[in-house]
Every structure is written in structure tokens, then in C-alpha cells.
């Protein structure tokens, strides 16, 4: 017995063909009983019981001839039974419906010398002939057919509580799935750190390790890498100065100073690798400050607009202040700007701060060639370029939206992108007010 409930409790598959196999015999033993109390019934009404028969003669005197039609309708309903009374001159029912066709019925055999039973579709039927008088007596039909939709109607209550535990008992048994699908929702989202919890012992629970299994592996390898890559970005840096300080001592021309771009660039995207690493999740580490938003954005944007012309800002009167971290805002604003006028075919570059629901709203907005729709999905992530024919003095590395975006993200606010293709594009960075 202990080897079987252990099994049952490891066996998800087990349990549920339990849960289906005890439904279906719970419902064939409700359609039984349904159907043989149904059945019982119907023999009651088909079968005139010994008491009636051996008491005909006392009912007939009660109802008395010429016939006492109250003592009649009094004797029908106390014995759920329906009388007809006829003669020559008159016929009288204590059922106006008439269910049986009592001129149809046919002779079976003799009770008492004026007495006889008939029948008529299998249901017997008590004839007495008396001064002139018939007399014709059957059950009613009124009990059957109540007592039949109780039996019903029963039925079908039982059946639906019956579902209703499955459907109860079957949605508890799937609640560990809901669980793993919220997970591994979590994981794809780059939650590495979040583990599915159980402490199921069936298929679900040895899910649940192997996904929790999954996401260790995942962390450990996306964390070597990382690791790894700021190694290797932290000691690119002695080469690349080593570099800066020989180029100082060639003479001037064009080879220096193309070669002081080259590895100004390589700088800088070691220093934008670098800083995509911090700004994750299990690296970020703020320096953060209040600020007046409004005036913090117009002062970077002033600086950006007397270098690169046709830029308009535009910031409330009543300032906020909010917490931040002012060289990584800084970056992500002149890198927003950066592309704005980049792409923006020398047309007005607007930006808009504005507060909503304790939040801080940066627009950026540019009115030039825009993005297509099938690149704006992924043109945050890492090393994506919308055309990759572009070189990188026009294009870049494809760093500066994947920075701004780890760069709100770590503000605990968002960069919503709009773009229409040949109309331009608006960047939008949303902030709340205190980290």
C-alpha cells in the first residue's frame, strides 16, 4: 500500500488517469441508479397493487350510484389515482387530460362478478360495471413524471459537482506548471538569479530542477563571459596608452592623425563594452544625486546644440528634482542626441522633458530618415545596426541604444522607440523619481 501511494505521488500521469478513471465510474453508477429508479417507477404504474383490487367494491360503495361525484374527486386525489365515470346520459373524469383511451383497453380477466382488469400500452386499468353505471380506475401519471425529473435533475447536480472537484482537483495539480511557465518567462527576460521553488517528487518537480539547473548553468556561463570580456577590456587599455603615448613622439600628417581616430575609436568602444557590463543587472552600481531634471537636460542639450546647430528643447516651468546618476543620464542624452543628428538629414531635433505620475519623460525626436519597423525590435540590443552596409564613421559600433537602454533600465525606467520609416524617429525615456 505505501509502494503504491509513493508511486501515485511521483506519477503526475497516474494521478490524473485516477481522477479521469474515477470520474467515469462515478458517472456510469449515477446513469444506473438514475435509469433502474426510472425503471422501478414506471413497473409501479404499470402494475395495479393487490390492496387496490381487494378493496374495489368498498371504493365503489363510497362513491355510491347514482355516484356521489365529490366522494369521487376526494377518493382520486387521496389514492393519486384517475376515476371516469359513464353512463348513457353522462361521463365524468377526475382528470380532465383523459391520458388513457379507456374504450381501447382490453379485457385480461375477471375480479369479482362486476369487476374486470383491461390494459391498455402495458398499463392495467380496473373496470367496474354497477346500476347502469362504469366505472374506470388507473394511477395517475402526475407522480411518475415528477418523480422522474427529481431522479433527473438529481443526476445532473451529482454530475456537475462531480466535474466541478475534477476541474478543481486538476487545475491544482497544473498550478506547478503555471509556476515553471512564470519562470522560465523570468529567465528569457534575463532574470538569471530567479529559481522556480517546489517540492514536488513527480514529472513536474524534475522539471522544475532541470529548468533551476538551466538557469545555474546560464548564470555561470553569461557570468565567465562577462568576467572574461572586462579582463580583456581592462587589459586592451595598457596597449591602447602605450600606443597614444608613442604616436605623440611621430611627426604630424595624415597617417597620425588617421591613426589617433582608429584608436581613439578602439578606446572608445572598449570603454562603451566596459560600461554595458557595469550597467547590467549583477553589476550595476549607481552614483546617484538629486538633480532639477529639467534644467539638468537643457544644460546638456544647450552644450550639444552650439556644436551641432538645430536642436530646440523644451522643459516645464515648474522643475522636479530626481535621483540619478548624472554621468550615465549625460551619457545616455548626448547618445540619444549623437544619433538624433546623425540621421536626422540636418532637420530640427526636438527635445521635450516633461513629468507625468511622479515620473520624468525625456523626448528626443528627430525628423529624418527614421527606422524601418523590422529593425526597431532589436535595435537596442548589442552590436545591431540597422543597415549593415554602413560604415562606422556614419553608422558606429551600434552600442549607443543598447547602452541607453541598460542605462534606464538601471534607473528602473524604460526607452519606448517610434519610428516610421522616411518621416523620423522618437525616443522616449521615462524615469521615476527616486531610485
Same mark, same amino acid.
Given at each position: 500500500m505505501t509502494t503504491l501511494v509513493q508511486y501515485i505521488r511521483k506519477s503526475l500521469f497516474f494521478r490524473l488517469l485516477a481522477i479521469f478513471g474515477i470520474t467515469v465510474v462515478l458517472f456510469l453508477i449515477i446513469i444506473l441508479i438514475s435509469l433502474q429508479s426510472i425503471g422501478d417507477d414506471s413497473e409501479t404504474i404499470e402494475t395495479i397493487p393487490d390492496y387496490f383490487t381487494r378493496h374495489v367494491e368498498s371504493i365503489i360503495e363510497?362513491?355510491?350510484?347514482?355516484?356521489?361525484?365529490?366522494?369521487?374527486?376526494?377518493?382520486?386525489? /387521496?389514492?393519486?389515482?384517475?376515476?371516469?365515470?359513464?353512463?348513457?346520459?353522462?361521463?365524468?373524469?377526475?382528470?380532465?387530460?383523459?391520458?388513457?383511451d379507456v374504450d381501447s383497453s382490453e379485457y385480461q380477466e375477471s375480479l369479482t362478478p362486476d369487476a374486470e382488469m383491461r390494459t391498455i400500452n402495458g398499463e392495467d386499468i380496473i373496470r367496474v360495471e354497477r346500476d347502469g353505471y362504469d366505472f374506470y380506475m388507473y394511477r395517475s401519471a402526475q407522480? /411518475?413524471?415528477?418523480?422522474?425529473?427529481?431522479? $433527473?435533475?438529481?443526476?445532473?447536480?451529482?454530475?456537475?459537482?462531480?466535474?466541478?472537484?475534477?476541474?478543481f482537483m486538476v487545475n491544482k495539480m497544473l498550478n506547478p506548471v503555471r509556476l515553471l511557465k512564470q519562470g522560465a518567462e523570468r529567465i528569457r527576460q534575463?532574470? $538569471?538569479?530567479?529559481?522556480?521553488?517546489?517540492?514536488?517528487?513527480?514529472?513536474?518537480?524534475?522539471?522544475? #530542477?532541470?529548468?533551476?539547473?538551466?538557469?545555474?548553468?546560464?548564470?555561470?556561463?553569461?557570468?565567465?563571459?562577462?568576467?572574461?570580456?572586462?579582463?580583456?577590456?581592462?587589459?586592451?587599455?595598457?596597449?591602447?596608452?602605450?600606443?597614444?603615448?608613442?604616436?605623440?613622439?611621430?611627426?604630424e600628417s595624415d597617417e597620425k592623425e588617421q591613426l589617433k581616430e582608429d584608436i581613439n575609436e578602439i578606446d572608445l568602444l572598449i570603454s562603451d $563594452?566596459?560600461?554595458? /557590463?557595469?550597467?547590467?543587472?549583477?553589476?550595476?552600481?549607481?552614483?546617484?544625486?538629486?538633480?532639477?531634471?529639467?534644467?539638468?537636460?537643457?544644460?546638456?542639450?544647450?552644450s550639444f546644440k552650439s556644436n551641432n546647430g538645430a536642436i530646440e528643447i523644451e522643459t516645464p516651468v515648474n522643475d522636479l528634482e530626481f535621483e540619478i546618476d548624472k554621468l550615465r543620464i549625460r551619457l545616455l542624452i548626448t547618445n540619444l542626441l549623437n544619433n538624433a543628428v546623425r540621421h536626422g538629414k540636418g532637420n530640427l531635433v526636438t527635445v521635450r522633458v516633461s513629468f507625468s505620475s511622479d515620473r520624468g519623460i525625456?523626448?528626443?525626436?528627430?525628423?529624418?530618415?527614421?527606422?524601418?519597423?523590422?529593425?526597431?525590435?532589436?535595435?537596442? #540590443?548589442?552590436?545591431?545596426?540597422?543597415?549593415?552596409?554602413?560604415?562606422?564613421?556614419?553608422?558606429?559600433?551600434?552600442?549607443?541604444?543598447? $547602452?541607453?537602454r541598460l542605462i534606464a533600465q538601471a534607473h528602473g525606467g #524604460?526607452?519606448?522607440?517610434?519610428?516610421?520609416?522616411?518621416?523620423?524617429t522618437q525616443i522616449t525615456v521615462n524615469l521615476p523619481r527616486n531610485l
Open positions: 363510497d362513491i355510491g350510484t347514482p355516484p356521489n361525484l365529490s366522494n369521487a374527486m376526494r377518493l382520486a386525489s /387521496e389514492l393519486s389515482w384517475t376515476i371516469n365515470i359513464r353512463n348513457p346520459i353522462m361521463e365524468w373524469s377526475s382528470d380532465a387530460q383523459n391520458r388513457l407522480e /411518475e413524471g415528477l418523480y422522474n425529473y427529481f431522479v $433527473l435533475y438529481t443526476a445532473l447536480a451529482l454530475a456537475a459537482l462531480i466535474l466541478f472537484l475534477n476541474y534575463g532574470d $538569471l538569479s530567479f529559481r522556480v521553488k517546489s517540492n514536488l517528487q513527480d514529472e513536474l518537480g524534475e522539471l522544475t #530542477e532541470s529548468i533551476n539547473h538551466m538557469a545555474d548553468s546560464l548564470q555561470s556561463m553569461l557570468e565567465a563571459k562577462r568576467q572574461l570580456l572586462m579582463a580583456i577590456s581592462h587589459e586592451l587599455r595598457t596597449p591602447i596608452t602605450k600606443a597614444k603615448l608613442r604616436m605623440e613622439f611621430m611627426p $563594452l566596459l560600461e554595458a /557590463e557595469r550597467l547590467n543587472n549583477d553589476h550595476s552600481a549607481l552614483v546617484s544625486e538629486y538633480v532639477l531634471l529639467g534644467n539638468f537636460v537643457r544644460s546638456i542639450t544647450e525625456i523626448e528626443v525626436k528627430d525628423n529624418g530618415e527614421g527606422i524601418a519597423e523590422e529593425h526597431i525590435s532589436q535595435i537596442t #540590443e548589442p552590436f545591431y545596426r540597422a543597415d549593415s552596409a554602413r560604415q562606422r564613421n556614419t553608422g558606429g559600433f551600434g552600442l549607443g541604444l543598447y $547602452l541607453c #524604460e526607452m519606448i522607440i517610434v519610428s516610421q520609416e522616411g518621416q523620423g
